[in-house]
């Protein structure tokens, strides 16, 4: 069982996606796992054979727990699916068995009420189940005994609501939060900086590029700030790794996590994969598909457990400047705050000019205030050259 | 197409980036984001699946139409009848 963020201690087998005698090859979406922070699609870590499945769905397993044989091919040694400290399965791999699309409240609705999804209809967006399906199910069998336990110690504690934002159905999360974040502020000495960038630029230029386009194939501001982020990550090394039991691993890949809302509490920063890599427009789509997948449910572990640092704000509904707390074993956290249009000295004269404070926590045993500030620098330097990115 | 399938694909879409949200319950009169409590990123990814479900683009031109449920329901409806008539 594989750990999808330093918070994870667990998780629940919800379904498995491949059976006994299934090639897999690494990268493969193998399982779905129920973690606090949602349904996580399981990559495979090796190629194979799946020999045997050694936990049924609905299993809480800590990290670390076999949960699967594989055979190796030559080696024919039975094979632990464990953590590797930063895995990093770029592939995109096929899926061998279809998945059941459901939302993550109503995965967990369906485990509440014992009712399988595979005995469902969906009627959501492209018949995936939701909420309101498993209420459905729940009112015709209303006659038929369920077998519910009144207590059920093993699984997820929530409790779900149904149309409410209320803190049951969360606080899974909100222990997954508050662990890492309370980890984060007992080990890591941050340091903090920040500065105010001019976007008036870069706006510009992405407002002439946006011209036209559809919809889908337009720009956000946030897509620029994050690229420019990986851009900028690349000249400041100290910024970018993890910080692992007194062990430093910087790296060259940059894997951005990217801090989405969970709507209702919580939030999960899944990684855009070398996004230094990606042109503008590759990382706009690759920022959309996550958001919609952190919300709906299809988030692959990979992208749960690979982030080499976070990137954090809150759009255009946010503040004026954020600051945040690094994730570990990550060593740095780079804070977008709102952008607005601000009174700004250029020339000698104050003109409204869309600014936007940018901020930088890291961990002063890996970088120094120099370090950061010359990274801050950069960053605004290639936000000047927009169409550079 | 009808106002209230039209409706219910809002709804459907809106599952997808605001899930704790009753539809139902939003004011559909009032500020569409303000009520949704969505940035420029939910709002591009309603306006795609719109656009992709019922085959219409959406430019952006518009948006400022876009306001509240209720004008994103009237002009999802106008769109409709245009393209229909094409």
């Known amino acids: 069982m594989p750990s999808f963020g330093a918070d994870m201690e667990n998780g629940v087998l919800s379904e498995w996606l491949v059976q006994p005698g299934d090639s897999v090859n690494k990268g493969d979406i193998v399982a779905v796992i129920e973690t606090q922070k949602g349904a996580i699609d399981m990559e ?3 190629s194979g054979v799946i020999r ?3 936990v049924e769905p609905g299993t809480r397993i800590p990290v670390g727990a076999a949960i699967a044989d594989i055979d190796e091919g030559a080696l024919q040694t039975p094979v632990i699916l464990a953590a590797p400290p930063t895995a ?31 005995t469902l209809r969906g009627s959501g967006p492209q018949g995936a189940i939701i909420a309101a399906d498993i209420n459905t199910a729940n009112t015709t069998n209303a006659d038929i005994p369920i077998d519910v336990p009144a207590t059920r110690p093993e699984t997820l504690p929530v409790n779900v609501p149904l149309s409410t934002s209320q803190t049951g159905e969360l606080s899974g999360m909100r222990q997954a ?44 501001l946030t897509a620029l700030l994050h690229k420019a982020v990986a851009l900028a990550l690349a000249s400041s090394p ?9 062990q430093l691993q910087l790296t060259t890949n940059i894997h ?3 801090t989405i809302s969970i709507r209702g509490g919580g939030l999960i920063s899944p990684a855009l994969h070398h996004a230094d890599r990606d042109s503008l427009p590759e990382l706009m789509n690759k920022m959309r598909d996550l958001t919609l997948r952190a919300r709906r449910g299809g988030l692959r572990s990979s992208e749960m457990s690979d982030a080499t640092i976070t990137v954090t704000g809150m759009g255009d509904r946010g503040v004026e400047t954020l600051y945040g707390v690094i994730y570990p074993p990550q060593v740095a956290i780079i804070g ?54 | 197409m009808k106002r209230m399938e039209l409706q219910t694909i809002l709804y459907e879409e809106l599952l997808n980036i605001a899930p704790e949200v009753e539809p139902s319950l939003v004011d559909a009169d009032e500020d569409l984001r303000e009520e949704l409590d969505i940035d420029s990123m939910d709002f591009m990814i309603l306006m795609v699946a719109l656009g992709k479900r019922l085959g219409i683009s959406i430019p952006d031109i518009d948006h400022h139409l876009l306001n509240s449920m209720n004008n994103l329901l009237n002009y999802l409806l106008d769109k409709q009848k245009i393209t229909n008539a094409d």
Do not use: C
């Open chain 1, 44 to 46: 495979v870590f090796q």
């Open chain 1, 336 to 389: 977008l705050g709102k952008p607005a249009l601000r009174p700004w000295v250029v020339d000698g004269e104050v003109q409204p000019r869309l600014l936007i404070n940018v901020s930088l926590a890291a961990d002063h045993r890996v970088s120094d205030g120099r370090q950061g500030a010359k990274f801050l620098r950069t960053l605004n330097k290639l936000l000047q050259q927009p169409k550079l990115l």
């Open chain 1, 52 to 54: 045997t499945l050694l």
């Open chain 1, 238 to 246: 100290e910024l970018n790794g993890y910080f692992i039991d007194g």
């Open chain 1, 88 to 118: 990093s399965g770029k592939e995109s791999p096929s899926q061998s068995a279809p998945r059941i699309k459901a939302s993550p409240l109503a995965r967990r609705l369906a485990e509440r009420s014992a009712i399988p999804l595979s």
């Open chain 1, 256 to 258: 951005l996590g990217m």
């Open chain 1, 177 to 220: 939060i508050a662990a890492a974040m309370a980890r984060s502020k007992r080990e890591i000495p941050h340091y903090y900086l920040g500065t105010t960038i001019e976007l008036q630029e870069a706006s510009q230029w992405m407002e002439d590029y946006n011209r036209g386009k559809k919809p889908d194939q337009q720009l956000l």
